[in-house]
């Protein structure tokens, strides 16, 4: 029972990289999912959400750039992420996540740190 993060890398400000997190041992789209990512020297943040039945929320951050989605049949959770700026450098981390009326929050499955490095 794992989730598998890939499709990091090196792009140009202004570029695009697609993120996947793929599940094996269980059914992901009985799970809320989100995206989360670390920059250097600052703490994790949530930044991108599908809910169960593929309701998506976005931090402010990213709104409009990201955009989050599932491909049931591939058991996997895709982030596409367009306009990327050097402030969006950092490890990205799928999980799943349980919501209540404070926000969403990590329900004990993670997936190893894909880096995102946003450099001309």
């Known amino acids: 029972v794992q989730l598998q993060a890939s499709g990091g890398g090196l792009v140009q400000p202004g570029g695009s990289l697609r993120l996947s997190c793929t599940a094996s041992?269980?059914?992901?789209?009985?799970?809320?999912t989100g995206w989360f990512r670390q920059a250097p020297g600052k703490e994790r943040e949530g930044i991108a959400y599908?809910?169960?039945?593929?309701?998506?929320y976005y931090a402010d951050s990213v709104k409009g750039r990201f955009a989050i989605s599932r491909i049931v049949a591939e058991n996997t959770v895709y982030l596409q992420m367009n306009n990327l700026r050097p402030s969006d450098t950092g490890v990205y981390f799928c999980?799943?996540?349980?919501?209540?009326?404070?926000?969403?929050?990590?329900?004990?499955?993670w997936g190893q740190g894909t880096q995102v490095t946003v450099s001309s």
């Open positions: 041992g269980f059914n992901l789209d009985y799970y809320h």
């Open positions: 599908i809910s169960s039945r593929d309701g998506a």
């Open positions: 999980a799943t996540v349980d919501s209540d009326p404070s926000g969403w929050h990590p329900s004990g499955r």
